[in-house]
């Protein structure tokens, strides 16, 4: 399978197969939460591509999910599929994804295209990319789980924009009739998407109030803060568990954080540079687009 | 189709990774499924797409859905959950259209599914099932149940002509022999074909019934292929001439060079008159009623 300078590590596993669990889930340091931000910053630089805006807002998330809570019976779907290289660098910080396979993104004869491919990549059960669709699917691998008797927690990231899209609502209504308990629903709520802001073009504000009157139990969370979202993400009882992530489009890059052309522009040299230096932008300052 | 369809299904209920999904559809039909299948027979509401993509997620989890629903409310309005949650991913989901053609009848054009199979046929290893008789539902089933993809399957009803008994299921059948016109059909219009020609001699038509597509993973068969040199071709379809199997049929005879004698196909028309009926009536509207049949095809 493997083709010329792109390999994924020896231990990779069937289709969409979910990494190993650890002995003992250890938490996710931050340390190595930034560095792979980092990579994920130089590989959307060098790969010259944008989206990186809706990555670095679901990045923590992401993470979190992957490194603390995902194991063998567990199920992870990337609704918002333009997110795929945030989902590229966790993998890889798990080991399931090599660097060399990751120099790859975005390049001819990728594995790694900008939405997550159907098929073929360890810990990547579903290609997604058109929105609406993962919640569907979550909702069929959450069934599934309890029609063939197994224990397993299903995520799904979705986007804040995605909730415009009327398939996800009836995913809600059906996850929520069937009352799937082992079913938790992120919502990236950056607020921005692809051409204003959520308020601006079809308001679903405040997002969680609104999926209250649906038999679903909201939380709401800080989705860069690492001990938030491990309280907002326990297991949830009897119900779907639906947790609004408050979050930064752009986040960790001063010069387009809350910034609408993060969402399509690509990064420049200075901007990952002043990144990773921690150095604040110049100009427009980060707060002054669409925050 | 339904009663067909519900009694090969409740005969299949044992398998314990079987799971069906219906669209809220089934009233005085599906109950006995329901009953065999308990917290496995799933009304996914009038939700379509949310029904289809479930299908995807308990497929990949090693279970076997069956969705169903009035077709168009399946190929047409979750197109995309076919394509990318479903085929992308070559997952063995069953999609149950039901009513092909104008078997909806008056219930008017919302209900038609005209262009089903041949817009399905454009997505990466979809196989087709168009039964053309009642008694071929069960062999279907478990031809669609053991598919290691997914598939889709077109019901309708069954137009077995008095007199006649229907072959055994097989993709190609050779329904009646003759000198005259090799003339093919697709699923339940292959009866109506039947009846039109049935009392015909030796110098009748050479009369098929298709009921697998598309011809990229069902080739036809040898008899039917020494069949074709020097005759004319005709194609029956209650189906839209873009992309139903005459269009394909003709670009398989270019390329392999099969020396015709003439071609012809008679197609659904939509609506000329602009006016609804029955299933009868709109066949006839599109001449594919058996004395159209005769009149159209025959020299």
Same mark, same amino acid.
Not at chain 1, 8 to 14: G, M
Not at chain 2, 139 to 160: K, T
Not at chain 2, 246 to 269: D, I, K, P, S, Y
């Given at each position: 399978?493997?083709?010329?300078?792109?390999?994924?590590?020896?231990?990779?596993?069937?289709?969409?197969?979910?990494?190993?669990?650890?002995?003992?889930?250890?938490?996710?340091?931050?340390?190595?939460?930034?560095?792979?931000?980092?990579?994920?910053?130089?590989?959307?630089?060098?790969?010259? =591509?944008?989206?990186?805006?809706?990555?670095?807002?679901?990045?923590?998330?992401?993470?979190?999910?992957?490194?603390?809570?995902?194991?063998?019976?567990?199920?992870?779907?990337?609704?918002?599929?333009?997110?795929?290289?945030?989902?590229?660098?966790?993998?890889?910080?798990?080991?399931?994804?090599?660097?060399?396979? %990751?120099?790859?993104?975005?390049?001819?004869?990728?594995? %790694?295209?900008?939405?997550?491919?159907?098929?073929?990549?360890?810990?990547?059960?579903?290609?997604?990319?058109?929105?609406?669709?993962?919640?569907?699917?979550?909702?069929?691998?959450?069934?599934?789980?309890?029609?063939?008797?197994?224990?397993?927690? =299903?995520?799904?990231?979705?986007?804040?924009?995605?909730?415009?899209?009327?398939?996800?609502?009836?995913?809600?209504?059906?996850?929520?009739?069937?009352?799937?308990?082992?079913?938790?629903?992120?919502?990236?709520?950056?607020?921005?998407?692809?051409?204003?802001?959520?308020?601006?073009?079809?308001?679903?504000?405040?997002?969680?109030?609104?999926?209250?009157?649906?038999?679903?139990?909201?939380?709401?969370?800080?989705?860069?803060?690492?001990?938030?979202?491990?309280?907002?993400?326990?297991?949830?009882?009897?119900?779907?568990?639906?947790?609004?992530?408050?979050?930064?489009?752009?986040?960790?890059?001063?010069?387009?954080?809350?910034?609408?052309?993060?969402?399509?522009?690509?990064?420049?040299?200075?901007?990952?540079?002043?990144?990773?230096?921690?150095?604040?932008?110049?100009?427009?300052?980060?707060?002054?687009?669409?925050? | 189709?339904?009663?067909?369809?519900?009694?090969?299904?409740?005969?299949?209920?044992?398998?314990?990774?079987?799971?069906?999904?219906?669209?809220?559809?089934?009233?005085?039909?599906?109950?006995?499924?329901?009953?065999?299948?308990?917290?496995?027979?799933?009304?996914?509401?009038?939700?379509?797409?949310?029904?289809?993509?479930?299908?995807?997620?308990?497929?990949?989890?090693?279970?076997?859905?069956?969705?169903?629903?009035?077709?168009?409310?399946?190929?047409?309005?979750?197109?995309?959950?076919?394509?990318?949650?479903?085929?992308?991913?070559?997952?063995?989901?069953?999609?149950?259209?039901?009513?092909?053609?104008?078997?909806?009848?008056?219930?008017?054009?919302?209900?038609?599914?005209?262009?089903?199979?041949?817009?399905?046929?454009?997505?990466?290893?979809?196989?087709?099932?168009?039964?053309?008789?009642?008694?071929?539902?069960?062999?279907?089933?478990?031809?669609?149940?053991?598919?290691?993809?997914?598939?889709?399957?077109?019901?309708?009803?069954?137009?077995?002509?008095?007199?006649?008994?229907?072959?055994?299921?097989?993709?190609?059948?050779?329904?009646?022999?003759?000198?005259?016109?090799?003339?093919?059909?697709?699923?339940?219009?292959?009866?109506?074909?039947?009846?039109?020609?049935?009392?015909?001699?030796?110098?009748?038509?050479?009369?098929?019934?298709?009921?697998?597509?598309?011809?990229?993973?069902?080739?036809?068969?040898?008899?039917?292929?020494?069949?074709?040199?020097?005759?004319?071709?005709?194609?029956?379809?209650?189906?839209?001439?873009?992309?139903?199997?005459?269009?394909?049929?003709?670009?398989?005879?270019?390329?392999?060079?099969?020396?015709?004698?003439?071609?012809?196909?008679?197609?659904?028309?939509?609506?000329?008159?602009?006016?609804?009926?029955?299933?009868?009536?709109?066949?006839?509207?599109?001449?594919?009623?058996?004395?159209?049949?005769?009149?159209?095809?025959?020299?």
């Amino acid at each position: 399978m493997a083709r010329r300078g792109h390999t994924l590590r020896a231990e990779s596993r069937p289709h969409g197969a979910n990494p190993a669990p650890q002995e003992a889930p250890a938490p996710l340091a931050p340390g190595l939460l930034t560095l792979a931000r980092w990579r994920l910053l130089a590989m959307h630089r060098e790969a010259h =591509v944008g989206h990186v805006g809706g990555n670095l807002s679901a990045f923590d998330a992401m993470m979190l999910v992957h490194h603390e809570m995902l194991g063998a019976a567990d199920r992870f779907v990337l609704s918002k599929g333009h997110a795929a290289g945030a989902l590229y660098v966790t993998l890889w910080s798990r080991g399931l994804i090599s660097e060399a396979e %990751l120099a790859s993104f975005h390049a001819d004869a990728t594995r %790694l295209p900008g939405h997550p491919p159907a098929g073929g990549l360890p810990g990547i059960r579903f290609g997604t990319g058109s929105l609406g669709h993962g919640l569907p699917l979550a909702g069929g691998l959450a069934l599934a789980a309890r029609l063939q008797r197994r224990e397993g927690r =299903v995520f799904c990231l979705t986007s804040d924009g995605e909730w415009q899209e009327g398939s996800t609502f009836e995913a809600l209504i059906f996850c929520a009739h069937r009352r799937l308990s082992n079913l938790t629903i992120l919502i990236d709520h950056n607020r921005l998407q692809g051409f204003g802001t959520t308020a601006e073009v079809a308001s679903l504000d405040p997002i969680g109030r609104v999926l209250a009157g649906f038999d679903v139990e909201i939380r709401e969370a800080d989705g860069h803060d690492l001990p938030d979202m491990r309280r907002a993400l326990v297991p949830g009882t009897d119900r779907p568990v639906v947790v609004v992530l408050h979050t930064v489009k752009g986040r960790g890059v001063p010069a387009i954080e809350g910034r609408l052309d993060s969402h399509y522009l690509p990064l420049t040299e200075d901007q990952v540079r002043a990144a990773m230096l921690g150095i604040p932008p110049t100009g427009n300052a980060p707060g002054t687009g669409y925050a | 189709m339904r009663r067909e369809l519900c009694e090969a299904l409740v005969a299949r209920s044992a398998r314990s990774d079987l799971v069906f999904l219906t669209g809220d559809l089934g009233f005085g039909a599906l109950e006995p499924l329901r009953d065999a299948l308990g917290d496995r027979f799933i009304n996914a509401g009038i939700a379509e797409q949310n029904m289809i993509g479930v299908a995807a997620g308990l497929a990949s989890e090693g279970l076997e859905p069956w969705t169903y629903t009035i077709a168009p409310f399946c190929y047409a309005r979750a197109f995309e959950q076919i394509r990318n949650d479903i085929c992308f991913h070559r997952l063995p989901v069953r999609l149950l259209g039901n009513g092909g053609g104008y078997a909806y009848g008056v219930m008017g054009p919302t209900h038609h599914a005209l262009e089903d199979y041949g817009v399905l046929a454009t997505l990466p290893g979809l196989r087709i099932f168009v039964p053309a008789f009642d008694s071929d539902v069960a062999a279907v089933v478990e031809a669609a149940g053991i598919e290691p993809g997914p598939a889709y399957l077109r019901l309708g009803r069954g137009e077995l002509p008095a007199g006649c008994a229907a072959p055994a299921y097989a993709p190609w059948r050779r329904l009646r022999p003759g000198r005259g016109p090799v003339v093919v059909a697709v699923g339940p219009i292959a009866g109506i074909a039947w009846s039109a020609f049935a009392r015909d001699g030796e110098d009748g038509p050479d009369l098929w019934a298709v009921s697998e597509l598309p011809l990229a993973l069902n080739q036809p068969p040898r008899d039917f292929i020494e069949a074709l040199s020097g005759r004319r071709l005709c194609v029956v379809e209650e189906h839209v001439a873009q992309g139903g199997l005459g269009q394909a049929l003709a670009a398989w005879c270019l390329e392999g060079g099969v020396a015709l004698a003439g071609f012809r196909t008679a197609t659904a028309a939509g609506y000329p008159s602009g006016t609804y009926g029955s299933q009868a009536f709109h066949r006839r509207e599109s001449g594919l009623d058996a004395a159209s049949l005769r009149e159209r095809l025959m020299p």
